[in-house]
């Protein structure tokens, strides 16, 4: 007898979720897969490789100080970067959540007012903000608190400010989710058995919004140690970071096989640290954090 289909039926499910699986594996598998192949790849001259494997370029990135340093640099930013957006990012999450005001979604339509303008444009601003015929230095020197301009631009700090310019959105975003899924019921309790606000923040609310904290934490290091944009219109060559270095390499020397080594090593690294993240706070809490 021929089994009929119900709406749970694993087929179905496997027809639903096919085309999906088709788009990873053709769009994400298989050119990561191709790249790992490239990386054993012999680089004769600029825009010249031979398919001959060696493990040249693998050793070159492992006993070459110059690529470990901008690896720890990268990582260095952008866990700078992720914690700066968690401290920025919680409060006004939180008035946000908190708050009377009638029309609350128009404090979130301004959140996200910013993506309304290309990133690009958003972060060649803070060039006229920053730089020394922006608008901070022209406002010193008129005031004559400084005798000439502050070097804010084309630093570590630029670079940093800008990606916080970008990244905090997500940041808000994330911690806004989370506490808006916590029952406010359990804080009038608190409130009732003889709790402080402060009180009830601390053992209730802050606890519980903890998944969002923590996915906000992760997407903007991943986001940030991933950047290259940034880092190439506000910071100076000291202060690139390893998407920098791939570009350089790829773009510059024309080295498709180290370029493909280091993209490889930067997949890996951060794979690994957002494994061990979600593996230590939970997939189902960080999962939580991200509204699912």
Known sequence: MERRWTLYDPRLAWMLVAPVLLLLIFFLVLPIAVMAAFTFFTFVTAGVETSALTTANWHEFLTDSYYSGFLLKTLRVGAITALLCGVLGYFPAYFIWATTFKHKWLLLL?????????????TFSWINILGEQGVINVALLKLGIINEPLPMLYNEGAVILGMLHFLLPYMILNVYVSLE?????????????????????????????????????????????????????????????????????????LNWPMGATLSIVLFVVLGFFAAVYTRYMGMSQIVKGLGG
């Open 110 to 122: 301004l959140l996200i007012v910013p993506f309304w303008i290309s990133f690009t444009i958003r």
């Open 181 to 253: 899924g916590i029952d406010r019921t359990l804080i009038s309790a608190a409130r009732s058995m003889g709790c402080t606000s402060a009180q009830a923040f601390r053992e209730v609310t802050m606890p519980l919004s903890l998944p969002g904290l923590a996915a906000g934490l992760l997407l903007c290091f991943v986001l940030a140690a991933g950047s290259y944009v940034t880092p190439q219109l506000l910071g100076s060559g000291r202060d690139a970071l390893f998407g920098n270095l791939i570009y350089d390499t790829i773009m510059g020397e």
